[in-house]
């Protein structure tokens, strides 16, 4: 009877560790849920020195939904030390599936920041975006 139950126990643990990586590295969340995508600025320069080389970068509302659900998620300080600086971006809102509100801002060198109503902050790195964002 005992060594039933110690099987009882092992089963369970043992399907624990045969999970793929990839579905313990990266769970599902709600705030990848996303229900909608506003896009409220194009192609956004820090300064007007910036305009003409920020101009063309522009998304398309799919491709932000795919890029916020899809993205990496990263700390503080990766996003502050480690990414390289762009002064071009593209900012938006975000609707949620639980019906939550956010704002985002993704940068030309792929790093992305969703400021959630419930104080929530979330940081991205797209690093194979592909174009127009710069490698």
């Given at each position: ?105 993704v940068q030309m060198g792929g790093g992305i920041r969703i400021e959630f109503e419930d104080q929530h902050v979330m940081l991205l790195h797209c690093k ?8």
């Open positions: 009877m005992q060594s039933s139950s110690r099987l009882g126990f092992c089963v369970p643990v043992l399907a624990w560790f045969l999970l793929p990586v990839s579905a313990l590295a990266n769970p599902t969340s709600v705030y990848r849920e996303i229900r909608s995508i506003e896009i409220s600025t194009q192609g956004k320069g820090l300064s007007t020195a910036d305009a003409e080389l920020c101009s063309g970068f522009k998304l398309a509302s799919q491709k932000v939904k795919k890029i916020l659900e899809n993205a990496r998620e990263i700390d503080i300080r990766f996003y502050t030390h480690e990414l390289d600086f762009s002064p071009c971006s593209v900012e938006g809102q975000v609707t949620l599936r639980n019906g939550l509100k956010g704002k985002w801002q194979n975006c592909g174009k127009p964002f710069v490698d």
